[in-house]
């Protein structure tokens, strides 16, 4: 009896030791400031307006907002109807890279001259990764009609999975009648179902590396014929911040422009819409952002 307490005692004091090695090792403020680390991981910082300073824009149709945490930072009539000229181009690449391999090669089956075109050959033979590279730096209308009507289902039904993209994201204030963006009355958005859109096409890695292109040579598959495209962008390599993303313009919707701002790491949206000065009016919100916005841990 006596040396089972003995040999109890001595476990007892073992077990003392090991906890008590172990606290030393990994002391518990440790252990606490790990947990508090990872907690900010999970949860973005939260950009703070320092002042509502009023803008300047040729335009009363912009907005501004945060990229992760989708907080609105400025903005104007923003869910206000507009036409979104070839801004619709961000809907119909990522309509295209849903319904096709990037590898896969089309026949060009006539030659679309409507609006601004890469001057596509009929019978030439090119990629869907080419097509979209087109159509996303050069704003190719050729480019959006071969997308749309080399899809198994028909053109129309091209256009309703656009349709349906927006209506995925609760967009409802959106509806697309082609895939290039030319006038139609019933053909519209407002700057934030655009922002919108901007924000989920930035997730796309192709799309979001194309739309940084100042320039680009696309060719057939052949290499035989080539397209010298240069991006319709004119803030790419002028305003430091901006990485993208999709230019837009008719005479009746005038200027449009989805901007993607990197501020200090962050990423920003912006679109403006009816503008008279599309590129003037984004640096303007360029700069306000630069001057009033921060970014801040809540936790």
Known sequence: MIKKIIKNRYFYYGLFLGLTFVLLLFPTTTLFSQKKSQNIFTHPLQPVVSRNSPLQLSTNYYILLDVSTNKILVSSRENERIYPASTTKLATALTALNVY???????????????????????????????????????????????????????????????????????????????????????????YDLAQLGRVAIQNSTLKNFVKEKELVLTDVSGQISHHIISTNELLGIVPEIEGLKTGWTPDARGSFIGLINLRGHYLISVVAQSEDRFADTKILVDWAKNNITWRNYQ
Do not use: C, R, W
């Not at 979209?132 to 050069?138: K, M, Q, T």
């Not at 209308?141 to 349906?164: C, E, H, K, P, R």
């Not at 993209?165 to 006038?183: A, C, E, P, V, W």
């Open 101 to 191: 391999p990037l590898n896969e090669v089309i026949t060009v089956t006539q030659e679309y001259n409507d609006g601004k075109t890469m001057e596509l050959k009929k019978d030439e033979k090119i990629t869907i990764k080419n097509l979209v590279a087109g159509l996303l730096i050069y704003s190719a209308n050729d480019a959006a009609y071969n997308l749309a009507t080399q899809y198994s289902q028909g053109q129309v039904a091209f256009i309703d999975q656009m349709n349906s993209l927006m209506q995925k994201y609760g967009l409802k204030n959106t509806h697309f009648t082609n895939f290039d963006g030319l006038h139609d009355p019933n053909h519209y958005s407002t700057v």
